[in-house]
């Protein structure tokens, strides 16, 4: 059985995120092929959830040699999507008490 969405039924806006790409360029440092996140659409404060997407190019560094003709995004490059939102989410409600972010692993 999948597991329950943790934000099913939401009707999220993506066409009026509530950060846009220059929004995250001032908290995430992450730029050229490695800006893997391109707006904000919703941000649950209270349970500290976040909600987040990256528009794919066809120029994208890995379209061409990731599964040609079937350009699947790498199970790698959606880990730094998910980073990403975090670290926004961190730096942006100062969660850590500091400039630094690293992403050192993932469970579940």
Partial sequence: MPPKLLYGGI???FDNP????EDIREINPQRFEMEQLSGIVHIDRENHGIVGFKDVREDE???RGHMPGFPL???VILCECS???AGFYARKYKLLGGDFLGFGGMND
């Fill in 83 to 85: 980073a990403q939102l």
């Fill in 11 to 13: 009707d999220f806006d």
């Fill in 73 to 75: 995004m790498p199970g």
């Fill in 18 to 21: 509530v950060f846009g790409i």
């Fill in 61 to 63: 560094f890995w379209v």
